[in-house]
């Protein structure tokens, strides 16, 4: 079973930064935080992934607080491709361990 | 960059015949991972494969079936299919400590 919630759905306006918050209280310390995204029907996108500390490139940044009881996932300026179902998954970062998808949130972004 | 390659992207069978998908992974990724994904569903995990060997399984049915050759490309391979099976099949590959990459997908179409 998905170990996290998200919120089910969030708009954002072009230009403007999105949070995406999860909740994963139940994290192991073995096990990292990954966001991945869904554009209508094409395959899951890696966006980015930690374990404590917060993580940036070039797509997006990861907050994680400190007790690693959730997160937060932020598109800087969002775009109108950025629209699309954001999943925020925990695995422990083992060899042949799956991801395990649960209900992401979908993110509208409107001009 | 080299990706995740599918094959085919698209099939059609009849109620009752058999299926073969193909995952060939990103060069040097060890690991694969099967994902199966209804209209309207998340991703579910059907099973996965490190090395050769199967690692981990998730909701896949007894119909189903895979394997990891020698070159690391895997098969998916379906019996006895029924209208349920219609989905999109994802495979993925990653290498030691990275995040698994999708590729685009099997469309799969039972009728």
């Known amino acids: 079973d998905a170990k996290t919630t998200q919120p089910p759905s969030m708009d954002c306006a072009e230009g403007r930064a999105a949070n995406l918050p999860c909740n994963h209280s139940t994290i192991s310390g073995n096990e990292y935080v990954y966001w991945y995204r869904q554009i209508h029907s094409q395959g899951p996108q890696y966006i980015i992934h930690?374990?404590?500390n917060n993580e940036t490139n070039e797509m997006a940044s990861l907050i994680i607080t400190e007790d690693r009881k959730s997160s937060t996932l932020i598109l800087p300026h969002a775009t109108l491709r950025d629209t699309a179902v954001y999943y925020c998954i925990v695995r422990p970062n083992q060899a042949g361990t799956a991801l395990i998808f649960g209900k992401g949130t979908t993110l509208s972004v409107s001009s | 960059a080299a990706g995740v390659i599918q094959s085919p992207r698209h099939l059609i069978k009849e109620k009752r015949e058999t299926a073969t998908l193909k995952c060939y992974p990103i060069?040097?990724?060890?690991?694969v991972y099967w994902y199966q994904q209804g209209p309207g569903q998340d991703p579910q995990f059907l099973i996965s494969?490190?090395?050769?060997?199967?690692?981990d399984k998730g909701s896949i049915p007894d119909r189903f079936s895979a394997q990891q050759f020698s070159d690391y490309h895997s098969e998916l391979n379906m019996s006895s299919l029924e209208l349920g099976d219609s989905a999109l099949y994802f495979c993925?590959?990653?290498?030691?400590?990275?995040?698994?990459?999708f590729g685009s997908g099997t469309q799969l179409s039972v009728l």
């Open positions: 930690g374990l404590k």
């Open positions: 993925a590959s990653t290498m030691p400590g990275g995040p698994p990459v």
């Open positions: 060069p040097r990724h060890d690991t």
């Open positions: 494969f490190y090395e050769k060997m199967q690692s």
